[in-house]
C-alpha cells in the first residue's frame, strides 16, 4: 500500500516536472515562433494539434456538437493537410492520429481515426496528430513522408497524408512493423493514381522482415543499406546489363528514430487523470450533446430522453447526420464511461464493455487465441476471420462492434451479427448483451428475436448496453464465418453468415445447430426448419443434401431485397452450408484421428474450398533500361526521379483548390439537381429555402447576365430536366452546412415526360442516337464472311465506370470589383474552355477571366468538361452578389452530376477458320451517352483493332441518346471498351475453334514492319511484338498455363485461369487541333527560371518532366527552376491535359521556349565561356536582352476522314502485353489475381503505369456503378462503389520497361503511356473467364457462356453454375422491377 502511494506521488511529480518542461518548451518557442499568438483562449474542449516544431494547442468555447474533426481542422485551425475526400469514411483521406491517455492501464494509446466522421467533443483531452504534425519541408521530414515521396508513392498526392498518417500511427505503436501490419494499417486507405505497389515499396523500407530489404540501421543485426550506401536487395542494379531495378536509391533516406516523436502532451495526462466525474455539455447551433462521466448518469439521460442516440464511433449515426440530412436535437455520447469500456476475460470467455472499439475487441481475440488451446477459441477464430475485413483500421479504431452497430444496424449487413451468435457456449444463442435501464438489469440473448425489423431491435429506448458476452467454445463444438463482398477487405458484405453445430461427444451426431444469415432479409434470419430438422443426425451425406434442401425452403430472399442480387445470395446462403459442412469433416476428422467414429468423407479435390483468399502484401519487380552512361548526372530526363512536389504532397503544404484560405466574404454554393429523369420542370420554389439562417441567394437560368448556351440551367424558356442529377438551380450561402441544408429546402415541381429510358438496349428499340455516328471498313466484310469456315455472331456488354478521383471537383469564383474581372481558383485539366465558358456565362471577354490551376487531386479525363459548367455557375453566383463563392462537391453530388465513362454494348460477326484465323469481323459498338452529347462523339471505334490484322474489319459507332447524366472523357477515352470487344472476339473464337486464346492472338497479329491499321494509318508493330514474346517468355507463360491445367484438374471447386493480351494503343488527339502545346519560360537576374505551360497537373509529372526538360536544354539544375501554376493569363488557349499527351505538347512547347532564350544568350556564353550561368543572365539584362520566352508546339495534323473512314488519327502508337492469372473460388465467386506482368515500352517507369492497371482492374471487376429503374446512381460514394484497395492489387505484380525501344515523335523518347496500362486489367477479365470455363467444362456444361464486365463475384458465381445455383430459384417471375439497370 505504501509502495503504491509512494510511486503514485513519484508519477505525481514526474508528471508535473513534465509540464513544467513542456510550458518552457513552449515559452522558449514562442519567442521564435508567437506560439501564444496562436493560442484561442475558450473554455471546454481542449485538443492539441502538432505542428512539428510546436504544438497548437486549441480550446474552442463554442464547440459544436455537429462540427467533425476535418471541418474543424481544415476550416478553424487552418491545417488543410488533412484531405475531404468522401466525407464518409470510406477512403481514408481524412485520417488522423489521435492519442488519449488510458487512465485505467496508466498508459498513452495512439490510434488513426476518420476525422470526417470524428466529432470535435468527443476528443476533448485528446492529442490530435495531423500530417502537418510529424515533419515538414521547412523543417525535418519524417522518415515516412520522406520515404513515400522517394519511392513514388505520391502522384497527386491527395491520398498521401492519409496514407502518411496511417504509417506514422502504425510505426508509434510498432517502430519495426512486419508486413502484414502494414498491409492492415493502408487497408482503410483508398489511393487512385499510384498502384499502391510503391507506396508499400517505400513503406517496407520500415520493415525488419527479410523480404524488404531493409534492417532499419542494422538493428537486426548484419551490414546497413542507410548507413554504407549499400543497396535494398529488390532493388539492386542488374551488373550485366544497363537494366535496373533501382526505382529509387536506399542510401538517402532518414532513418526512423522513435525518440524524436513528440510526447503526449503532460497537461492532458494530468488533465485526465484529474478529471472529475463531470458530463460535459456541448451546445451547438442545432444539436447538443451530452457525454456522462457516470454510467448512472447515462441512465437517468436515456430514461429522459430515450429517442437521443448514444454514440461511441459516431460512424452509423455521423454519416446519417452528416450526409442524409437526419436530424437529433439531441445526441448522447457513451465513450467516456469506464464500464462501458471494460474488457474481461472470466472463466466462460469474454466480456467486452459496449463501448469497446472493434480493434480493441480484435486485439483481445488475437491475444487470446495465440494463448489458449484451438478448440476452445473456434468461435473466436471465425469472429478474427470476420475483423480482420470489416471496415478499414479507422473505422474499426472509432467504431464499437457490440453494441453501436447492433442498434443502428440491426440489419442484415453487420458481419459483427451473423458470427456473435455462434460462438455461444452452452445453449443456443447464449452469447448475451447486458442491458441496462432505470428499472435494473436484464439479458438478451443475441438471436434473431433480437432484431423487431429493419433498423429496430427489442431493446427498449431507454435502455442502454452495457457489455456482450461471448463465450468460449466447447471441444465438440464446431464453428464457422464467411462473407461476400464486393470487394475482399473494405466493404459491406452481400452475404455474412455465421453457422455452429455442436456434435455429441464421441459421435457424428448433431446435438445442435445453428446458423444465422446477415443478408437475406431485413434483419438477422435464421433458418429454423435446417437447424431443428438436422439435429439427431449423422454429420455425413444425408445430411449436407437435407440440409440444401431445406436451406432452400428455408431461406426466403425476396426478389425485392434491398440491395437486389437474390439469386446470388441465396446461392451464397447454401454455398457456405456446403463450406461449413467440408470443414467440420475436416475438423472433425482431425479430432477423432483414427477412431473413425464418422462416416462422412469428401474427395480430396474439394479441400481447396476451404481454404479462403489469403490477403498479401503486393511484390514485384520493376525493370528499365538505364540512360546512357555518357549522360551528365545532373540531368535527369529518362532517370526514374521523385514527383516535384512529392515532399509538399508528403506533409500537407501542396495546396489544392479547396486548400486555399477562406477570402474575406466567401460564400458558398451547393447545386440542387433534378430528381426525375424526364420531366417539364412547372415550378422551381426556392422561399422555404430562402428562410434557413445563413441564407443569402438562389440562382437559376434567369441569374445568367451571358449566355446560357451550355445549358447549365437548362433551357431558361422551357424549362425541362433530361436526367437524374442535373442541375436545375442553386443555393448560396454563409456556410457549406447552411447551403447544404437549404438546397434541401428548395421545391421543385415536374411533370413527368415520356419516353424515358437508361439502357442502351432501350436506346436501340427508340432509335434514340447522338449523331454523328461514325463507320471504318477495310476489306469486304460482307463477302469475306461467306467464305469463312465459321460465323460467330454474339455481343458483350461493358458497364461504365467512375474516374473517382480523389480530390471532388470545385472552384473558387472570386470577382475582382473592377472591370468585370474575375479570379477562377478550381480543379480542372483544361482552364481554358472554363475560362472561355465562364465568359460566355458572364457576357464578359475572356481577357477579363483569369483561371489559376495549382494542382488537382486526380483528373482522369473528368475534370475537362463537366468543371467548366460548374465554373460558369459558380461565377454568375459570385457576379450576382459581389462576392467570392466557393464550390466543393460532396463526393456523392459528384458521382451523380459529373457521370463518368461510357458504357458500351459490342454487338459482332466474325468469320473464322479452324486454325482461329479470323478473315473478317463486323462489329457495331454501342455506347450509352447520356442525355448530351458531351464528348461522347470522341469515343470512336479508331482502337477496334487493337493488334491485330483482321483483312476484312467493320467498326460502326453509336452513340445512344438516354436520360443518364452525360457520360464523358476517361482515362483511354472508349480505348479499353473498343478494345475489350476485339478481346472478346479472340477469346470466343478460340473457345470455339478448341484452340488457346494466345495462340489465336498470335496468328492474327499484326507482324509486317510497315503495316496499315484499319483507318489506313501506317506503323510498325515490331515493339509490341516484341513486348508481346517477351511478356509470354518472361511470364514463363507455357508453364504457368500447364500449371494452372493441373491445379484445375484436382481441385474441385477452386479454379485458375491465365490470360495474356497485346495493345496498341493510339495517342494524342484525332482532332488534330488539340495537339499543341505552349509555354512561357522565364529567367531571372538571379538566374532562377520559372517555367509556365498550359498543361495541368494532376498526379502524372507534367511539371516535372518541364522542369526536367529545361533543365536540360538551359543546362542548369533543376533546383533553379520552378513551375508554379497553370494560368490562363499566361499561357492562353492551351490544349486540354489529355489523351496521353499533355506531357508530350508541353514539353516540347517548354523545349522550343528554352531554345530560344538559350540561342539569345549563346553569344554572351561564347564571348565569356568561363562565366556562370548567373553572370550570363545578369550580361543579358544589362544588354537589354528579353529573358523571357513562349514556346509554342505545333503537333502533327492528325484527322480522320469519316467519309471515307480513313486517316492519320494518332500521333503515335504505344504498344504493350499484358499477362494475369486468377484464382476463383467457384462457391463464392470471390477471385483473387496472384500473378500479373506487363511489358511497355518507356524510357523509365513511373508508378502511373501501375496506378493505370490497377484503375483498369477496377473498371474489369470489381467498379460497378447501379442505377434504379427510375435512372438514379444508386452507388455515390466509397460505401456503395468499390474501387481498388489494397487488397485488390495482384500478389506479385512485375512490371518490365522494354529495352531500345525508341520514339523519334516524343520529347526526349518519351512515350504516352497515362492510358495504355488501364486496358491491362482486362487480363484479369479473360483470366476469371478461362477459370469458370474450367469449372464449367468440369460440369459438362460449355465453356461458351456469356459474361459482361465487370467481372463481379455475383457474376462468376452465378456462371459457375452448378446444384446450388439451381437451388437458388429466379427472384423474379417477371413482374418485379429489378434492383438495378445494365445501362
Ligand atoms: C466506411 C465504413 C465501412 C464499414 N464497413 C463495414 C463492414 O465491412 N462490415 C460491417 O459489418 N460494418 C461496417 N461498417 C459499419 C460499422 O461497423 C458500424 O458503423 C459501427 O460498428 C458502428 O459503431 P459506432 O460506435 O461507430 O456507432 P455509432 O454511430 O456511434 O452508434 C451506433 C448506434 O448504436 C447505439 N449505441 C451505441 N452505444 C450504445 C449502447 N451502449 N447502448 C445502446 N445503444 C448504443 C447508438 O444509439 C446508435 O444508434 C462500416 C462503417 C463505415 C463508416
Ligand atoms: S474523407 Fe474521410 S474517409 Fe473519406
Ligand atoms: S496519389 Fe494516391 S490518389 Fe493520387
Known amino acids: 500500500?505504501?509502495?503504491?502511494?509512494?510511486?503514485?506521488?513519484?508519477?505525481?511529480?514526474?508528471?508535473?516536472?513534465?509540464?513544467?518542461?513542456?510550458?518552457?518548451?513552449?515559452?522558449?518557442?514562442?519567442?521564435?515562433?508567437?506560439?501564444?499568438?496562436?493560442?484561442?483562449?475558450?473554455?471546454?474542449?481542449?485538443?492539441?494539434?502538432?505542428?512539428?516544431?510546436?504544438?497548437?494547442?486549441?480550446?474552442?468555447?463554442?464547440?459544436?456538437?455537429?462540427?467533425?474533426?476535418?471541418?474543424?481542422?481544415?476550416?478553424?485551425?487552418?491545417?488543410?493537410?488533412?484531405?475531404?475526400?468522401?466525407?464518409?469514411?470510406?477512403?481514408?483521406?481524412?485520417?488522423?492520429?489521435?492519442?488519449?491517455?488510458?487512465?485505467?492501464?496508466?498508459?498513452?494509446?495512439?490510434?488513426?481515426?476518420?476525422?470526417?466522421?470524428?466529432?470535435?467533443?468527443?476528443?476533448?483531452?485528446?492529442?490530435?496528430?495531423?500530417?502537418?504534425?510529424?515533419?515538414?519541408?521547412?523543417?525535418?521530414?519524417?522518415?515516412?513522408?520522406?520515404?513515400?515521396?522517394?519511392?513514388?508513392?505520391?502522384?497527386?498526392?491527395?491520398?498521401?497524408?492519409?496514407?502518411?498518417?496511417?504509417?506514422?500511427?502504425?510505426?508509434?505503436?510498432?517502430?519495426?512493423?512486419?508486413?502484414?501490419?502494414?498491409?492492415?494499417?493502408?487497408?482503410?486507405?483508398?489511393?487512385?493514381?499510384?498502384?499502391?505497389?510503391?507506396?508499400?515499396?517505400?513503406?517496407?523500407?520500415?520493415?525488419?522482415?527479410?523480404?524488404?530489404?531493409?534492417?532499419?540501421?542494422?538493428?537486426?543485426?548484419?551490414?546497413?543499406?542507410?548507413?554504407?550506401?549499400?543497396?535494398?536487395?529488390?532493388?539492386?542494379?542488374?551488373?550485366?546489363?544497363?537494366?535496373?531495378?533501382?526505382?529509387?536509391?536506399?542510401?538517402?533516406?532518414?532513418?526512423?528514430?522513435?525518440?524524436?516523436?513528440?510526447?503526449?502532451?503532460?497537461?492532458?495526462?494530468?488533465?485526465?487523470?484529474?478529471?472529475?466525474?463531470?458530463?460535459?455539455?456541448?451546445?451547438?447551433?442545432?444539436?447538443?450533446?451530452?457525454?456522462?462521466?457516470?454510467?448512472?448518469?447515462?441512465?437517468?439521460?436515456?430514461?429522459?430522453?430515450?429517442?437521443?442516440?448514444?454514440?461511441?464511433?459516431?460512424?452509423?449515426?455521423?454519416?446519417?447526420?452528416?450526409?442524409?440530412?437526419?436530424?437529433?436535437?439531441?445526441?448522447?455520447?457513451?465513450?467516456?464511461?469506464?464500464?462501458?469500456?471494460?474488457?474481461?476475460?472470466?472463466?466462460?470467455?469474454?466480456?467486452?464493455?459496449?463501448?469497446?472499439?472493434?480493434?480493441?475487441?480484435?486485439?483481445?481475440?488475437?491475444?487470446?487465441?495465440?494463448?489458449?488451446?484451438?478448440?476452445?477459441?473456434?468461435?473466436?477464430r471465425a469472429l478474427l476471420q470476420t475483423l480482420r475485413c470489416l471496415a478499414g483500421k479507422q473505422i474499426r479504431n472509432m467504431a464499437v462492434g457490440s453494441s453501436g452497430s447492433l442498434y443502428c444496424r440491426s440489419q442484415d449487413l453487420f458481419d459483427f451479427l451473423s458470427v456473435c451468435p455462434q460462438t455461444e457456449a452452452e445453449n443456443i444463442c447464449n452469447v448475451v448483451f447486458l442491458c441496462l435501464s432505470s428499472d435494473g438489469m436484464r439479458s438478451i440473448p443475441l438471436d434473431e428475436k433480437l432484431f423487431a425489423d429493419f433498423g429496430k431491435t427489442v431493446l427498449r429506448p431507454e435502455e442502454v448496453l452495457l457489455s456482450i458476452d461471448i463465450p468460449y467454445t466447447k471441444p465438440w463444438e464446431f464453428v464457422a464465418a464467411y462473407r461476400q463482398a464486393q470487394r475482399r477487405e473494405f466493404a459491406f458484405s452481400f452475404l455474412n453468415a455465421g453457422m455452429k453445430v455442436a456434435i455429441k461427444e464421441g459421435t457424428d451426431v448433431v446435438e445442435s445447430l445453428s446458423i444465422y444469415y446477415g443478408g437475406v432479409g431485413p434483419t438477422l434470419v435464421k433458418p429454423k426448419l435446417t437447424c431443428q430438422q438436422l439435429v439427431s443426425r449423422s454429420w455425413g451425406e444425408d445430411l449436407l443434401s437435407e440440409g440444401c434442401r431445406l436451406l432452400k425452403e428455408d431461406v426466403d430472399v425476396s426478389p425485392s431485397i434491398h440491395g437486389g442480387r437474390a439469386e446470388f445470395r441465396k446461392t451464397l446462403a447454401i454455398s457456405f452450408f456446403f463450406k461449413f459442412y467440408m470443414q467440420v469433416v475436416l475438423e472433425m476428422r482431425e479430432r477423432v484421428g483414427k477412431l473413425r467414429i464418422m462416416n462422412a468423407d469428401f474427395p480430396l479435390e474439394y479441400l481447396s474450398a476451404l481454404k479462403p483468399f489469403k490477403n498479401e502484401v503486393p511484390q514485384g519487380q520493376q525493370s528499365f533500361q538505364l540512360v546512357s552512361e555518357a549522360q551528365p548526372s545532373a540531368d535527369l530526363v529518362g532517370r526514374p526521379s521523385m514527383h516535384q512536389s512529392a515532399f509538399q504532397q508528403a506533409t500537407g503544404e501542396a495546396k489544392y483548390y479547396d486548400d486555399l484560405p477562406l477570402v474575406q466574404g466567401e460564400l458558398f454554393i451547393f447545386m440542387v439537381t433534378s430528381t426525375r429523369a424526364h420531366a417539364k420542370i412547372i415550378n422551381i420554389d426556392p422561399s422555404e429555402a430562402l428562410k434557413m439562417p445563413g441564407m443569402v441567394t438562389f440562382v437559376s437560368a434567369g441569374d445568367v447576365p451571358g449566355a446560357n448556351c451550355r445549358l447549365w440551367f437548362n433551357n431558361p424558356e422551357e424549362l425541362f430536366v433530361v436526367c437524374v442529377g442535373q442541375i436545375i438551380g442553386a443555393v448560396v450561402a454563409e456556410s457549406r452546412e447552411q447551403a447544404r441544408r437549404a438546397a434541401k429546402e428548395v421545391h421543385v415541381t415536374y411533370h413527368d415526360l415520356q419516353p424515358v429510358f437508361f439502357t442502351i438496349e432501350d436506346a436501340i428499340r427508340h432509335e434514340s442516337y447522338f449523331e454523328p455516328k461514325r463507320k471504318v471498313e477495310r476489306g469486304d466484310v460482307d463477302e469475306a464472311l461467306k467464305t469463312a469456315e465459321h460465323i460467330l455472331e454474339d455481343e458483350i456488354y461493358m458497364g461504365g465506370q467512375e474516374h473517382f478521383y480523389m480530390e471532388t471537383q470545385g472552384v473558387i469564383a472570386v470577382p475582382k470589383g473592377e472591370h468585370e474581372e474575375m479570379d477562377l481558383f478550381v480543379a480542372t485539366q483544361h482552364a481554358a474552355f472554363t475560362q472561355e465558358l465562364v465568359g460566355m456565362a458572364l457576357g464578359v471577354d475572356s481577357n477579363k477571366i483569369t483561371c489559376h490551376v495549382k494542382r488537382l487531386g486526380g483528373g482522369f479525363g473528368g475534370k475537362v468538361m463537366k468543371i467548366a459548367s460548374l465554373s460558369a455557375i459558380t461565377a454568375v453566383a459570385a457576379h450576382k452578389t459581389g462576392r467570392a463563392v466557393r464550390c466543393c462537391l460532396e463526393r456523392g453530388d459528384d458521382m451523380l452530376i459529373t457521370s463518368g465513362r461510357h458504357p458500351f454494348l459490342g454487338k459482332y460477326k466474325v468469320g473464322y477458320n479452324n486454325d482461329g484465323t479470323i478473315v473478317a469481323a463486323d462489329i457495331t459498338y454501342y455506347s450509352n451517352g447520356g442525355s448530351t452529347l458531351d464528348e461522347s462523339a470522341f469515343v470512336t471505334v479508331l482502337h477496334m483493332d487493337n493488334g491485330y490484322k483482321i483483312p476484312n474489319l467493320r467498326g460502326r459507332g453509336v452513340v445512344c441518346k438516354t436520360y443518364l447524366p452525360s457520360y464523358t472523357a476517361f482515362r483511354g477515352f472508349g480505348g479499353p471498351q473498343g478494345l475489350m470487344v476485339m478481346e472478346s472476339v479472340l477469346h470466343e473464337v478460340a473457345v470455339r475453334c478448341g484452340l488457346p486464346a494466345e495462340k489465336v492472338r498470335d496468328i492474327n497479329m499484326y507482324r509486317e514492319e510497315q503495316s496499315y491499321t484499319h483507318h489506313k494509318q501506317p506503323f510498325n508493330p515490331t515493339d509490341m511484338v516484341r513486348c508481346w514474346d517477351e511478356c509470354l517468355e518472361r511470364a514463363n507463360y507455357q508453364d504457368r498455363l500447364r500449371a494452372v491445367q493441373l491445379f484445375n484438374s484436382s481441385n474441385r471447386w477452386k479454379k485458375r485461369g491465365i490470360s495474356a493480351v497485346p495493345q496498341k494503343f493510339g495517342v494524342g488527339f484525332s482532332k488534330g487541333f488539340c495537339n499543341q502545346g505552349a509555354a512561357l519560360v522565364n529567367i531571372y537576374k538571379d538566374g532562377s527560371v520559372l517555367v509556365t505551360h498550359g498543361g495541368t497537373e494532376m498526379g502524372q509529372g507534367i511539371n516535372t518532366k518541364a522542369i526536367q526538360i529545361a533543365s536540360r536544354v538551359l543546362k542548369v539544375p533543376v533546383s533553379s527552376i520552378f513551375t508554379k501554376e497553370t494560368c490562363t493569363g499566361n499561357v492562353p488557349n492551351a490544349a486540354p491535359s489529355a489523351a496521353s499527351f499533355g506531357t508530350d505538347a508541353v514539353g516540347m512547347a517548354v523545349k522550343d521556349a528554352c531554345e530560344k532564350l538559350m540561342r539569345r544568350l549563346q553569344p554572351l556564353m561564347e564571348k565569356n565561356p568561363q562565366n556562370t550561368w548567373k553572370q550570363w543572365v545578369n550580361e543579358a539584362f544589362f544588354q537589354k536582352t528579353s529573358l523571357s520566352a513562349t514556346g509554342f508546339f505545333m503537333g502533327p495534323p492528325t484527322d480522320v476522314d469519316w467519309e471515307k473512314g480513313e486517316g492519320q488519327a494518332y500521333y503515335y502508337f504505344t504498344f504493350g502485353a499484358c499477362c494475369s492469372e486468377v484464382e476463383i473460388d467457384c462457391l463464392t465467386g470471390d477471385h483473387k489475381v496472384f500473378f500479373s506482368l506487363f511489358k511497355i515500352p518507356k524510357k523509365h517507369i513511373t508508378s502511373k503505369v501501375e496506378g493505370g492497371f490497377v484503375q483498369g482492374v477496377g473498371l474489369y471487376t470489381i467498379e460497378e456503378l447501379q442505377f434504379s429503374p427510375d435512372g438514379v446512381l444508386m452507388t455515390r460514394g466509397p460505401s456503395q462503389y468499390k474501387v481498388p484497395a489494397l487488397c485488390d492489387v495482384p500478389a506479385e505484380l512485375n512490371v518490365h520497361l522494354l529495352a531500345n525501344a525508341e520514339n523519334p515523335h516524343a520529347i526526349y523518347l518519351s512515350k504516352g503511356i497515362g492510358e495504355p496500362p488501364v486496358f491491362f486489367g482486362s487480363t484479369i477479365f479473360f483470366a476469371i473467364k478461362a477459370a469458370i470455363a474450367a469449372a464449367r467444362t468440369e460440369r459438362g456444361l460449355g465453356d461458351a457462356f456469356p459474361l459482361s464486365s465487370p467481372a463481379t463475384a455475383e457474376k462468376i458465381r452465378m456462371a459457375c453454375q452448378d446444384e446450388f445455383t439451381k437451388m437458388a430459384s429466379p427472384p423474379t417471375d417477371g413482374a418485379m422491377a429489378p434492383w438495378c439497370l445494365d445501362v
Open 1 to 380: 500500500m505504501l509502495t503504491k502511494r509512494f510511486f503514485n506521488y513519484i508519477y505525481e511529480v514526474f508528471f508535473s516536472f513534465l509540464l513544467v518542461v513542456h510550458w518552457l518548451f513552449k515559452f522558449i518557442t514562442s519567442l521564435f515562433y508567437k506560439f501564444f499568438d496562436r493560442i484561442i483562449i475558450l473554455s471546454f474542449i481542449v485538443f492539441v494539434c502538432f505542428s512539428s516544431l510546436f504544438s497548437l494547442q486549441v480550446v474552442e468555447k463554442n464547440a459544436d456538437p455537429e462540427e467533425v474533426l476535418l471541418s474543424f481542422l481544415r476550416r478553424k485551425v487552418g491545417l488543410t493537410g488533412t484531405k475531404y475526400g468522401c466525407g464518409g469514411g470510406g477512403c481514408g483521406a481524412c485520417t488522423v492520429m489521435v492519442s488519449t491517455y488510458d487512465r485505467n492501464q496508466r498508459t498513452v494509446v495512439h490510434y488513426t481515426v476518420i476525422a470526417c466522421l470524428q466529432p470535435i467533443v468527443t476528443l476533448h483531452g485528446a492529442a490530435v496528430v495531423t500530417v502537418e504534425g510529424i515533419g515538414s519541408t521547412k523543417t525535418k521530414l519524417h522518415p515516412v513522408q520522406e520515404r513515400i515521396a522517394k519511392a513514388h508513392g505520391s502522384q497527386c498526392g491527395f491520398c498521401t497524408p492519409g496514407m502518411v498518417m496511417s504509417m506514422y500511427t502504425l510505426l508509434r505503436n510498432k517502430p519495426q512493423p512486419t508486413m502484414e501490419d502494414i498491409r492492415e494499417a493502408l487497408g482503410g486507405n483508398l489511393c487512385r493514381c499510384t498502384g499502391y505497389r510503391p507506396i508499400i515499396d517505400g513503406f517496407k523500407t520500415f520493415c525488419e522482415s527479410e523480404s524488404s530489404g531493409c534492417c532499419q540501421n542494422g538493428r537486426a543485426g548484419g551490414e546497413c543499406c542507410l548507413e554504407n550506401g549499400a543497396k535494398g536487395s529488390k532493388t539492386n542494379n542488374s551488373k550485366e546489363s544497363d537494366i535496373s531495378q533501382e526505382l529509387f536509391p536506399m542510401d538517402c533516406f532518414l532513418p526512423l528514430d522513435p525518440s524524436q516523436d513528440l510526447i503526449f502532451p503532460p497537461e492532458l495526462m494530468i488533465m485526465e487523470k484529474k478529471v472529475s466525474g463531470d458530463a460535459l455539455y456541448f451546445q451547438g447551433e442545432r444539436v447538443n450533446l451530452v457525454a456522462p462521466f457516470k454510467l448512472s448518469h447515462l441512465l437517468e439521460l436515456k430514461a429522459e430522453h430515450p429517442s437521443a442516440p448514444l454514440i461511441v464511433g459516431n460512424t452509423t449515426i455521423g454519416p446519417k447526420m452528416l450526409l442524409k440530412g437526419v436530424y437529433h436535437p439531441l445526441v448522447i455520447y457513451a465513450g467516456r464511461i469506464s464500464e462501458l469500456k471494460a474488457v474481461t476475460w472470466g472463466e466462460t470467455g469474454l466480456t467486452v464493455g459496449a463501448a469497446c472499439s472493434l480493434s480493441t475487441l480484435q486485439k483481445e481475440v488475437e491475444k487470446v487465441v495465440v494463448e489458449t488451446e484451438e478448440e476452445k477459441t473456434r468461435g473466436y
